[in-house]
């Protein structure tokens, strides 16, 4: 229950700092990316099914407030956890640069699928301009917001872990 | 044991792929329910629109505050030396004043002549705050302080500077979503002032940087469009109140297939910072309905 409020609040955070708060500290229009981070953290840290929720949720909160239709980002957004998700078994909390890889892949391929079911498919065809202006930037600015928030979701799932972990020992 | 559901001590667990089929399913029946109607938006708006709308308004708030205190405390100084000086403008003004208040007069009269501006005067409007924007990078939507308890309803047009910005295009009760014209989704139909043409203004992420949006699909036969001239909303769009300022034509050229032009236009609105924006609570159906 703690661990479901807490991501929960965490999802919360970061929606509302993205659209608010890095707004205003955006270089050139582009925000980065936090629920990306957030999605993918939670998969590789605690697996498939729990990066594919929070992935849902994040993604249905963009959808409700900012998204033409419900379950388009819902639905990007609960792969990238899910697939994340797979990676679960080779992660440890010292090592950071597979965190970063998969965060990096994860906002790249965000952006993909985004440019191809948004603007492709609409007839909009210079890959090359949407990637330079709006694909890359994102990744860039994404990176540098995960130094500072990565450590921070690794110390609260590491605080829950440890709190659960207790729990079960005194019912034992 | 059945294969969807695991037994694990006392708790029940479905595994992750089931899991992720049966959210696919949701969404992409969300996705086709919801891609031209608005099934769902009531009790999801209003539900998300209480838990996150008071965070994102505490938020802008604080913000606000902590940038108006330290600007206050660099311009004490400053402010003491313009007391000054503006004392001694109050003098110049107020003579100035007496002149300009003559002008408006002239101003009125020049007004009814040209029953254009008067015209938007006439609509009952109420100012929002910005309380957010777009979470991705693709498209341009904000979201504003004000929604159906303040009596705002989708469609409504917003404009901020005496130019259009959007329409509301999803609304909870404390919140509005609200498309810009410039989002790269977006299409007016608009008519310059000097011909009666119509054309399609469209948003553009690609010129979105350099301040300029796209329109097209305008037929100028007589070549009586020209640079400078002034776009606004025309009567066909069934969304969009006639004769809003869009903005100015910067550029036109011929298109290839020697029918048409196209170009570029200055939108009137200066879209990188807005903060508040005034919605017009009138809408397209229920003016024409008050006309009949």
């Keep these: 229950m703690a661990r479901k409020i807490t991501v929960a609040l965490l999802i919360l955070m970061c929606f509302v700092l993205q659209s608010t708060v890095f707004r205003g500290l955006a270089f050139g229009g582009i925000v980065p990316n936090l629920l990306i981070v957030l999605t993918s953290s939670f998969g590789f840290m605690r697996g498939e099914t729990e990066g594919l929720l929070v992935g849902f949720f994040s993604g249905l909160l963009c959808d409700i407030f900012f998204g033409e239709m419900l379950g388009f980002h819902a639905l990007i957004f609960m792969y990238i956890g899910f697939l994340n998700g797979k990676f679960c078994h080779i992660f440890f909390p010292e090592d950071i640069r597979l965190p970063i890889a998969l965060i990096v892949v994860s906002d790249l391929s965000y952006g993909m699928v985004c440019y191809v079911l948004m603007f492709l498919l609409r007839g909009k065809f210079d890959f090359p301009f949407y990637f330079k202006s709006v694909i890359f930037p994102e990744v860039i600015y994404t990176i540098l917001v995960t130094c500072l928030l990565y450590p921070f979701i690794l110390a609260v799932n590491v605080r829950l872990e440890r709190a659960e972990k207790r729990r079960a020992q005194k019912f034992v | ?292």
């Design chain 2, 1 to 292: 044991m059945s294969p969807v559901i695991k037994r694990k001590g006392e708790r029940f667990t479905i595994p992750s792929k089931y899991l992720l089929f049966v959210l696919t399913c949701l969404c992409t029946a969300l996705m086709a329910l919801t891609i031209g109607t608005d099934l769902f938006n009531r009790p999801l708006n209003a539900a998300a629109g209480y838990v996150v709308v008071p965070f994102q308004q505490g938020i802008s708030r604080v913000g606000q505050w902590l940038s108006s205190r330290s600007e206050e405390l660099v311009q004490i100084r400053q402010l003491l030396e313009e007391n000054a000086s503006l004392r001694e403008q109050v003098d110049e003004l107020t003579v100035e004043n007496t002149l300009l208040l003559q002008e408006r007069a002239e101003l009125n009269r020049l007004r009814e002549l040209y029953k254009l501006e008067s015209q938007y005067e006439d609509y009952r409007k109420v100012g929002a705050h910005i309380t957010g924007r777009d979470t991705g990078n693709w498209y341009s939507v904000f979201q504003i302080d004000k929604g159906e308890d303040d009596g705002l309803a989708l469609d409504m047009n917003v404009i901020a500077d005496g130019g259009l910005v959007g329409r509301i295009t999803g609304i909870g009760p404390n919140w509005a979503r609200v498309t810009s014209i410039i989002s790269d989704n977006a299409h007016v139909s608009a008519k310059t002032l000097s011909g009666t043409d119509p054309l399609i203004v469209t948003g553009d992420l690609k010129t979105m940087a350099d301040g300029v949006i796209r329109f097209g699909q305008l037929v100028d036969s007589q070549d009586a469009v020209a640079v400078g001239d002034k776009v606004v909303t025309s009567h066909i769009s069934d969304k969009y109140l006639p004769n809003i300022l869009i903005g100015y034509i910067q550029t036109i050229n011929r298109d290839s297939n020697n029918l048409t032009k196209s170009g570029y236009i200055t939108p009137a609105v200066d879209f990188e910072h807005l903060e508040e924006v005034l919605v017009i609570l009138d809408l397209k159906e229920q003016i024409q309905d008050r006309e009949e």
